[in-house]
């Protein structure tokens, strides 16, 4: 399999910029996961999906964030408008719930700089 | 809520063992996870603890105590390749499919 596929892998854009960032999750997967990640806050969960239903949106920081997931293949972030603070790394992962467990895991992540 | 806690940063020398405690409070618990991060790299799997006692796998191990609430990775035989940073996670009985995150302890191997 190849994996959880994120693009762009870097993103450069300016303050007021709309950001969308993409993720297939590896095939079969019925949880989706977006997380970001900062040296000040760690890995924080913005998001996720169950077949393709938005279960917990807790962490989407404000409404400037938002997130879809059309189809069992696709889901996106979209920042809009974007500022500085929201410079990170942001991570998708997929997970299959089987035989009592699951395990995440991680796309490649999308370097996102706002200036 | 949840607070995890681990050690910043801990360094030992290639050859030897390194043993990384991670404590949690949870409002439930349904399990533990341990990552090892590269820099500039995606967190990788390394083991699922849901029930007490030890888990091996190859040179890493991963011990839970629900009701301590403490967890530890073990890695034996140390390689330069495993300076890394291994995170723990909890996911809570009210929140399955999500994580908590620590904040990772930087592991540095020296030669």
């Known amino acids: 399999d190849a994996g959880v596929i994120q693009s762009p892998r870097h993103e450069v854009t300016e303050m007021g910029q709309e950001v969308t960032l993409r993720c297939k999750p590896i095939?079969?997967?019925?949880?989706l996961f977006w997380y970001r990640q900062t040296m000040m806050r760690g890995l924080e969960l913005l998001i996720y999906f169950n077949n393709n239903v938005p279960i917990d949106d807790s962490g989407m920081p404000e409404d400037r964030f938002s997130a879809k997931m059309p189809n069992a293949s696709f889901s996106t972030l979209k920042i809009q408008p974007s500022e500085p603070r929201d410079s990170a790394v942001y991570f998708c992962?997929?997970?299959?719930?089987?035989?009592?467990?699951?395990?995440?895991?991680f796309g490649p992540g999308t370097r996102l700089t706002v200036l | 809520g949840q607070n995890i806690d681990q050690p910043t940063e801990m360094t030992a020398t290639e050859g030897a063992i390194v043993q990384i405690n991670c404590t949690y409070q949870t409002s439930g618990f349904n399990g533990l996870f341990w990552y090892q991060q590269h820099a500039g790299e995606a967190p990788t799997f390394l083991s699922y603890n849901v029930l007490d006692g030890l888990e091996e796998k190859g040179r890493f191990s991963s011990f839970l105590s629900r009701s301590k609430g403490y967890s530890y990775l073990l890695l034996k035989e140390l390689q330069m390749k495993d300076s890394a940073s291994y995170l723990c996670a909890v996911r809570a009985t009210d929140s399955w499919g999500k994580l908590q995150f620590g904040a990772g302890t930087q592991v540095v191997v020296t030669p």
């Open positions: 992962a997929s997970s299959l719930y089987e035989g009592g467990r699951d395990t995440q895991y």
């Open positions: 095939s079969g997967h019925d949880y």
